[in-house]
């Protein structure tokens, strides 16, 4: 299993590394903030995500048995099913939210000054294999969202070690495999009580959402 590395680099406009981004007024440094942007964790080893139209190489051509339908709603300790596609394979994975963790403001200090007035949380899931498509090395990215089902309108790339563990699969993860990974998420205003996946086309307008208590 390998980690996500990360670089305590704060990125406005291009993501390298380590990014964060908050939605809103003005920054201090006088940048322009974009609303709503979306977190992106290269691909290890220069494997990424096929662009649309490019073929798929190998994997499943429909996902294995039945799918969580999007938009579903669901509470954390439920297990969706999802179709899920990196390094040109599709394949499906079972993902289960475990917990929504609150941090410190001081949890976020590697951030730097950027992230001030920002509180973390810390989504964490247990991620198996129920396909056929070996997904070695996938990373799985969910986002937090305030009580009512709003976006946080903050962006992170990266972990906090000990209290939020980004992991990639295992180099070799075939089905029945299974691994734990955390998502950081963060909030100047609100606490994140849910979490959602909105990968590929089907869950992009109509995520599959874990929502706490």
Request: proline share 5%.
């Amino acid at each position: 299993m390998r980690k996500a590395r990360t670089a305590l680099t704060a990125v406005l406009v291009t993501t390298l590394g380590l990014g964060l981004t908050a939605c809103g007024g003005d920054s201090d440094d006088g940048a322009t903030e974009k609303e709503s942007p979306t977190a992106t964790v290269p691909a290890p080893d220069g494997a990424g995500p096929s662009a649309d139209g490019g073929e798929n190489e190998g994997g499943d051509a429909q996902p294995a048995g039945d799918v969580t339908a999007p938009g579903a709603g669901l509470k954390v300790g439920d297990k969706a099913v999802l179709p899920f596609e990196y390094a040109k394979k599709k394949g499906t994975l079972a993902i289960t939210v475990t917990a929504i963790d609150k941090g410190t403001e001081a949890d976020m200090s590697q951030f730097g000054e950027r992230a001030k007035g920002l509180t973390p949380y810390f989504i964490k899931m247990k991620v198996e294999n129920v396909g056929d498509t070996d997904l070695s090395r996938a990373y799985v990215q969910l986002r937090g969202l305030l009580d009512g089902g709003q976006s946080t309108g903050v962006s992170l790339i990266g972990d906090i070690p000990g209290k939020c563990d980004k992991e990639s699969a295992p180099a070799e993860f075939g089905k029945g495999v299974s691994f734990e990974t955390c998502s950081l998420a963060a909030s100047q205003s609100g606490d994140v009580t849910g979490a959602e996946f909105d990968e590929g086309d089907a869950y992009s307008d109509k995520p599959v959402v874990w929502t706490a208590g």
